[in-house]
């Protein structure tokens, strides 16, 4: 089993800056690929970055790339995502997830095991 929190999230001005942390506990992340997910009101559960267990390959949804950066430290057992540039259509929760190791390949949620409670993000125009 894997306990993950997520943390960082908070009200931030379009254009502005957030990292956001996911804390790993009950097992070692390093086994995991891991995930970023995020949901707005009203909408389904989009992929956001994804991470392989090394930390040497990304996988990033087109409407975050270049904007968006998610490394790890499996050393603290702990993902991050770095989130640039925000713009208002960024608003959601975000939701940190683990999974199998060729699961950052894929965008599909249902790859991934272990979900996180979530951390609220609000971008103001």
């Known amino acids: 089993q894997v306990l993950l929190v997520e943390s960082g999230g908070g009200l931030v001005q379009a254009g502005g800056f957030l990292r956001l942390s996911c804390a790993a506990s009950?097992?070692?992340?390093?086994?995991?690929?891991m995930g970023w997910f995020r949901q707005a009101p009203g909408k389904e559960r989009e992929f956001v970055a994804a991470?392989?267990?090394?930390?040497?390959?990304?996988n990033y949804a087109a409407s975050v790339k270049g904007r968006f950066t998610i490394t790890r430290d499996n050393a603290e057992n702990t993902v991050f995502l770095q989130v640039y540039s925000l713009k208002p259509e960024d608003t959601a929760v975000y939701y940190c997830?683990?999974?199998?190791?060729?699961?950052?390949?894929?965008?599909?949620?249902?790859?991934?095991?272990?979900w996180g409670q979530g951390t609220q993000v609000t971008v103001s125009s």
């Open positions: 991470i392989n267990w090394s930390g040497t390959s990304t």
């Open positions: 009950g097992r070692r992340i390093s086994s995991f690929a």
């Open positions: 997830a683990a999974g199998s190791p060729d699961s950052y390949i894929s965008p599909d949620p249902t790859k991934f095991t272990y």
